[in-house]
């Protein structure tokens, strides 16, 4: 008898796992079409504007070391770059 009874609990704790295991769905599983792809639009936006961040950020940095430069007295630029340049 006790291994009957050991026998069938065995079985159902197998069926129970596979049940929750089925059970388990995904966040994707759960939202809808509709849902996800607005989701995913958002994410391609934030995406986006990040890049726009960044190459704005590049930009103004290239804009302000000319704009430093050319602030730079004549010393100054002989100083930073020294005997660099061609001499003729």
């Given at each position: 008898m006790a291994k009957?009874?050991?026998?069938?609990?065995?079985?159902q704790q197998q069926q129970q796992k596979s049940v929750s295991a089925d059970d388990q769905l995904t966040l994707k599983?759960?939202?809808n079409d509709d849902v996800l792809s607005k989701l995913k639009m958002a994410k391609q936006s934030l995406v986006t504007e990040a890049k726009e961040k960044e190459e704005e950020r590049q930009a103004k940095a290239a804009f302000d070391k000319?704009?430093?430069?050319?602030?730079?007295?004549?010393?100054?630029?002989?100083?930073?770059y020294g005997n660099q340049?061609?001499?003729f």
């Open positions: 009957k009874k050991q026998h069938t609990q065995q079985r599983d759960q939202l000319k704009q430093k430069e050319k602030n730079m007295s004549f010393e100054e630029l002989l100083n930073q340049g061609s001499k």
